[in-house]
């Protein structure tokens, strides 16, 4: 599949992974799928498998300020156009599979995430620090001081 049809995609996603993907309509100019957590590998091994080109952009995640305990994550990917994969994570436990076996380069913004959010990314064998000091224990800096506390 060369270019991005929104439609089919979900189609695609629903029939091969078996649940109820969404489009997330809160984002002009991107096609944004929310997606449960543990749909993440299977979600990305459809785009790997039916892209003539995928690459993974960037991980990046967002905590909005009325709600101090779920936190979204967005896959952001090139396809021919924009498009990403919207997980949210309910509550206190921050988990998420991990990409590095199916995109290697996932490494990078997966440690950056893990650092500054806390997120768990199973399936990986450590998230050394990326960007704060080895000897950093002062909990995740981009969630709340509550949060950090306990």
Not at 31 to 57: K, M
Request: with cysteine.
């Amino acid at each position: 599949m060369s270019s991005v049809n929104s439609e089919y995609l979900i189609k695609m996603i629903q029939v091969k992974a078996d649940f109820e993907a969404e489009i997330y309509p809160g984002i002009k100019g991107d096609i944004t799928i929310r997606i449960p957590a543990e749909q993440i590998i299977s979600v990305v091994e459809i785009f790997l498998g039916n892209f003539d080109y995928c690459h993974l952009s960037a991980i990046t995640v967002q905590k909005r300020a009325f709600d101090i305990e779920n936190i979204e994550v967005f896959y952001n990917f090139w396809a021919g156009r924009s498009l990403s994969l919207m997980v949210e994570l309910i509550g206190p436990s921050k988990q998420l599979p991990s990409l590095i076996s199916l995109i290697p380069g996932a490494d990078f913004y997966e440690r950056e995430a893990a650092e500054m959010f806390g997120i768990e990314f199973t399936g990986r064998e450590e998230t050394p620090h990326l960007l704060l000091p080895d000897d950093w224990d002062e909990g995740p800096p981009f969630l709340s001081s509550e949060e950090n506390d306990g």
